[in-house]
């Protein structure tokens, strides 16, 4: 049996479109879903091939010519909210040329699999984490191909869909096969952060165990690999595939302090000489902790600020203070270690002056990047629940039945607009990065013609997208 995973070139709904411009310059980010799929399909000995259109800059008919000589039995996709129909113009295309059945999974598919389905280039559809179905899945596929006892699981039969929307956890995820790095160009990899090569990116727990209103990481029950097994990986990668650079997508790394301290002790013993990022909270840190991250080759942590009014903070469920920023993010700095500040903008609450406020705080601080964004709210969030009894409906179900319905969201509880809002997004980027300081920093630091590129292409997306309509 052999399966043809397919990453497309990255489109977004336009919702995102403020972040446009760092999506098209922060270079390529391993499509670890599908390299985790991969891993689950190899241990059931499944043939794997896993194409990256983004990051190898394939065209389709060099996919296809690809796909075609791999010879596959189906193909597979990964489904996420914000690129739905993008990525389902893509399987229409490739199911057209090459007739074969199209399996598909991802964030997305644990939301709406009902609306999914009623597209019917989707013939199998995972619901929720693919360790527990995708293996029964597998095996059903090569021997009789009823699908019937299979939860978490959508198909096809007689014409009918079938869905079971179960929502299957694996307790143990130091039991999971580590993602099937051997089958990309690990070497096509970086991002703005990057400072080595190769790079990759990993994970070291699923969920979240905080509450963010605008967060959907509170669903997946909060699981932790332990730190033996995380950096048992991070040897590996080290050894067979050659990275020297990593960044932890879990939601908030430092989670658990304890465990953070085992891992950077361990990285130290193993003498694995590695650069690698982090994202955190400032409320799930002490100097402990920030000490050991730098000794143990961290060299840039992502924090999670969103605002400087503590009222919208608040109605975050943030539970952090201002002040408590300033004192971490100092810290941080001074012992060597660069900082990115995240920040949303438009929240319930929010008015011209809590921004500007917010713009004015992401300046004082001694932050080396940021990312500001405009609220867009998600799926399975508390924010959303609030939009949808406020007039919006639900809004991602009915996109992601029609196109047609795509369309920007308007700010509900605010006293600005959403256009002035992205306006202002637009203007902090331009009033953060165009600093002589922030200048001087990224020119000192730059060590290639590519990187240079790189950074002159996000240069020139923050000055389009900087002009206020």
Not at 64 to 72: A, N, V, Y
Not at 298 to 309: A, L, N, P, Q
Request: net charge positive; glycine share 6%; hydrophobic share 40%.
């Amino acid at each position: 049996m052999k399966i043809s995973l397919i990453f497309t070139a990255n489109e977004l709904n336009p919702n995102f479109s403020e972040l446009s411009f760092r999506d098209e310059s922060i270079g390529f980010i391993p499509p670890l879903s599908l390299m985790h799929v991969a891993a689950i399909l190899e241990k059931e000995g499944v043939e794997v091939q896993l194409l990256d259109m983004d990051a190898e800059r394939l065209g389709y008919a060099q996919a296809l010519e690809k796909i075609r000589s791999f010879s596959p039995d189906l193909l597979g996709f990964t489904l996420t909210t914000y690129s739905f129909h993008p990525v389902l113009r893509w399987i229409k295309k490739f199911k057209q040329d090459s007739g074969l059945p199209i399996i598909a999974g991802g964030a997305h598919a644990a939301l709406y699999p009902q609306e999914i389905m009623s597209h019917p280039e989707i013939d199998f559809l995972i619901i929720g984490e693919a360790e527990i179905p995708l293996p029964e899945f597998v095996r059903a596929f090569r021997k009789d191909r009823n699908y019937d006892a299979i939860k978490s699981m959508g198909y096809r039969k007689n014409g009918q869909v079938m869905i079971d929307q179960t929502r299957q956890f694996v307790k143990d995820i130091d039991s999971l096969p580590s993602p099937a790095r051997h089958l990309v160009k690990n070497e096509l990899y970086a991002n703005i952060l990057t400072r080595k090569k190769n790079f990759t990116a990993m994970l070291s727990a699923r969920g979240c165990p905080y509450r963010c209103a605008f967060c959907d990481q509170k669903t997946p029950p909060y699981r932790m690999r332990s730190a033996k097994n995380f950096v048992d990986e991070i040897k590996n990668n080290y050894e067979k595939f050659g990275v020297r650079e990593f960044d932890v997508y879990d939601s908030t790394f430092t989670a658990n302090r304890k465990r953070v301290v085992e891992i950077c002790e361990m990285i130290k013993k193993e003498r694995l000489d590695v650069g690698w990022t982090v994202r955190s909270r400032v409320d799930s840190v002490n100097e402990n902790v920030l000490d050991a991250l730098k000794s143990a080759g961290c060299h840039t942590i992502m924090y999670g600020v969103e605002s400087s009014d503590p009222e919208i903070l608040k109605r975050m469920h943030k539970d952090i203070s201002p002040q408590r920023v300033r004192e971490v993010i100092s810290y941080t700095k001074k012992i060597g270690i660069d900082t990115l500040g995240f920040f949303m903008l438009g929240f319930p609450g929010e008015t011209r002056q809590t921004v500007e406020n917010t713009i004015q705080f992401s300046l004082d601080l001694p932050l080396d990047y940021v990312q500001f964004t405009v609220l867009v709210p998600f799926p399975d969030t508390e924010i959303y629940e609030y939009y949808r009894t406020n007039g919006l409906g639900d809004y991602w179900s009915q996109y992601t039945i029609d196109p047609q319905k795509e369309r920007k969201i308007d700010l509900i509880g605010t006293e600005i607009s959403r256009e002035d809002v992205a306006n202002y997004v637009s203007l902090a980027y331009r009033k953060f990065y165009f600093r002589p300081r922030i200048i001087w920093k990224r020119a000192g630091k730059l060590r290639s013609l590519s990187e240079f590129k790189r950074l002159a292409r996000g240069a020139f997306g923050i000055l389009r997208n900087s002009v206020v309509k």
